[in-house]
């Protein structure tokens, strides 16, 4: 028997309603698949924040290592809006990836052909969409040195050495060998350094895949040709704060962001998670769509435990459960036949996958 050991971060706001419905699928596919999955949970964010008076505690830090992998939900809310910048949850969640390393976050963009009325771009914009959004995660503004916030002026620094630009291209490159090949580049190389740099080290690891077409943007074009004409883009190498805000927008051609699922890897263990947030507006009401969720337990399944008939199992559930016409209220509005809730969603995937 296969043993795996899945930690568990479910945080804020529907995050915890999210993650049980993605470990109710967990537990479908691993006895079809017979293999055992054990779950331990860890704290973060405001969760984290409310019990221990930190965002990220040690027990975290050090729990998470003796996984296999982690999925997580979703932290923060209006609860701790005005603490101060390092106690805030997302800075948890920062802390979270750079103590795991997970430099390389993969967000795909698809778009389901159940749901091709659900984006807010005409259908023959969006149908086939297939982007895979390679974003840089521990390095860039988010954590460049020196950064300050003073009484009369704040700054942040954006900052990628070689070796943070070589290793993440090099995962764009390696995806792209087993997609159609191909490479955007997205940087504001017209304005910053750090941009030009990272543009010359993307030539100079491409030069190691002369199967893969290399091309780069910059950041304001690539953002106008996603909703112009997405289905240009194969694979999307970006650093980290490109690829936060290309990754939101990215997620509307799918329809909605609460389908859109990511995995954060690295050297050691990586973190499965969902792109959207808390969502505290509609936290605790059962109405939050759980699909990025399950759909992040899939990726983990393939990229961790290298569980690829048990991750088919489930993305195959998800479109079923789509093309049966089963929607949460998000997408409630497009081809439905019956609205249901968070966790018949979940249910409904869990039986659809365990057959
Ligand atoms: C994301 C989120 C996070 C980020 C926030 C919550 C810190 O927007 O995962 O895209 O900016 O990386
Ligand atoms: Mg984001």
Redesign the pocket.
């Known amino acids: 028997m296969r043993n795996y050991k899945i930690g568990v971060i479910k945080g804020d706001g529907i995050g915890p309603e999210i993650v049980d419905e993605a470990i109710k699928v967990l537990d479908a596919v691993a006895v079809a698949e017979k293999f055992n999955i054990s779950y331990e949970e860890f704290l973060l964010g405001g969760a984290a924040i409310d019990a221990t008076g930190v965002p990220l505690p040690d027990e975290t830090i050090q729990g998470v290592k003796r996984m296999d992998a982690v999925l997580f939900g979703a932290?923060?809310g209006p609860k701790w809006d005005n603490l101060e910048r390092h106690l805030r949850p997302?800075s948890g969640?920062?802390g979270l990836r750079k103590a795991m390393g997970t430099y390389a976050?993969l967000r795909p963009a698809t778009v389901y052909d159940e749901l091709i009325n659900a984006s807010t771009l005409k259908p023959s914009v969006v149908k086939g969409v297939d982007i895979m959004v390679v974003r840089e995660?521990t390095g860039g503004i988010?954590f460049g040195q020196p950064r300050e916030y003073g009484e009369d002026k704040a700054y942040n620094t954006m900052v990628y050495t070689k070796e943070e630009v070589v290793r993440i291209a090099k995962v764009a490159f390696e995806i792209a060998m087993k997609r159609d090949k191909r490479v955007c580049s997205v940087d504001k190389a017209n304005v910053l350094e750090v941009s030009q740099f990272w543009r010359e080290i993307v030539e100079e690891i491409a030069k190691d895949y002369p199967e893969v077409e290399l091309s780069h943007m910059y950041v304001d074009n690539a953002a106008m040709q996603l909703i112009r004409d997405p289905r240009q883009f194969d694979v999307i190498l970006t650093g980290?704060i490109f690829g936060?805000i290309l990754?939101?927008a990215a997620s509307m051609l799918s329809g909605s962001i609460g389908l859109l699922p990511?995995a954060s890897t690295g050297d050691g263990v990586g973190l499965y998670?969902p792109?959207h947030?808390s969502a505290p507006d509609i936290a605790g009401q059962g109405i939050a769509n759980p699909i990025a969720t399950i759909a992040s337990a899939a990726m983990m399944l393939r990229y961790a435990l290298n569980e690829d008939s048990a991750a088919n199992r489930i993305e195959n559930a998800i479109k079923k459960a789509l093309a049966d016409g089963y929607r949460t209220g998000d997408i409630g509005a497009f081809d439905a036949k019956e609205i249901v809730s968070t966790t018949e969603m979940g249910s409904i995937i869990a039986d659809y996958a365990s057959k």
């Open positions: 932290i923060g997302e969640l920062l976050n995660l988010y980290n936060d990754s939101d990511s998670e792109i947030g």
